[in-house]
């Protein structure tokens, strides 16, 4: 299942091998995955290749400062004929969900986004409307632009299992993705399909829950999230001294079921602690917060990251 899954992936997106392997991390684990990047590195295409290769529903929301939350979530809607009012589900109404440029909805917005994500369920006048199942939210954000944007709170940040940030292709790539331009209908989704079908991802949802972790790799995990919130105990007192805040135990729920799910896909029924390290930045990075002098300064959460694995002995 994972070759052909990977097969349709890379006959639309060429490269980004790190998104691939997360995107497929994000929906074994049951998660949400937050992107970073500049415009333009295929995060739509690769979002609508795996929904169509799961023949999933799949929903785009571009995001706006004048976004409403009833524009994710839904309305009631006047029908004059009968005299009574008819619910209509949002675009979130769907197995895999694109919020684009999610940084650029207001508050009020995101938060109709983070009652989605947390409960998998909408309210619209009272009333809670299921979701369906699997859902994943993957939402982007532009690095660059930061005009008429508002900044994700913490509480909402925290609830993505993974954050991965995209570069640019190397030149052979990027000339591979113009001949693959030239030869490829972006829009027959049906060239992506495989035998297999929404059902099935709850099928590997339940196979990762039963991937064996030892209690030594619990307690790997524990130490290093711990590491984030005690930095001063662990590593370089200067590099401590820009951490404000470290990672919730969300951090290590994430490290747990990310896990997981990548020994489930490489063909593990365990966790090694070799998981746990190439899961390292894409679970921490959004959830160690640095101090404003740190961001002046150009110290990254990814050099925390990087010192808390080398001051934890590995089991």
């Keep these: 299942m994972v070759d052909q899954v990977t097969g349709a992936f890379t006959s639309r ?7 691939r392997w997360s995107l497929l991390i994000t929906m074994v684990a049951g998660g949400h995955i937050l992107v970073e990047s500049v415009p333009g590195l295929a995060k739509t295409t690769a979002a609508k290749t795996l929904a169509a290769a799961f023949d999933a ?55 109709a986004l983070l009652e989605a994500m947390e409960e998998r369920q909408v309210t619209i006048a009272g009333e809670n409307h299921a979701l369906p199942d699997p859902f994943m939210v993957v939402a982007t954000q532009n690095p660059i632009e930061h005009e008429g944007t508002f900044e994700l709170p913490e509480a909402q940040v925290d609830r993505f299992l993974l954050k991965e940030v995209m570069t640019y292709p190397d030149l052979m790539q990027e000339v591979a993705i113009m001949e693959r331009i030239e030869t490829t209908d972006y829009r027959d989704e049906a060239a992506v399909r495989t035998a297999f079908g929404a059902q099935d991802i709850a099928y590997l949802q339940a196979l990762a829950r039963r991937v064996y972790v030892d209690r030594a790799i619990k ?72 101090t404003y002098e740190a961001v002046v300064q150009g110290v990254s959460p990814e050099q925390v990251i990087d010192a808390v694995f080398a001051a934890t002995p590995t089991p």
């Design 13 to 19: 997106v060429i490269g980004q091998e790190r998104l």
């Design 57 to 111: 529903s799949f929903a785009r929301i571009q995001c706006t400062a004048d976004l409403m939350p009833s524009d994710i979530a839904g309305t009631q809607i006047y029908d004059y004929t009968k005299g009574s009012f008819n619910t209509v589900i949002g675009p979130v109404r769907a197995n895999f969900v694109l919020v684009d440029e999610i940084n650029r909805a207001n508050a009020k917005t995101q938060s």
């Design 219 to 290: 307690d790997y995990i524990s130490r290093l999230v711990l590491a984030t919130r005690e930095p001063g105990r662990f590593i370089d007192p200067v590099l401590a001294n820009w951490v404000e805040l470290g990672a919730s135990p969300r951090a290590s729920i994430g490290f747990l079921k990310a896990g997981r799910a990548l020994a489930l896909l490489v063909g593990r029924d365990h966790v090694l602690p070799e998981d746990i390290h190439f899961l390292a930045k894409s679970v921490l990075r959004h959830r160690i917060c640095l």
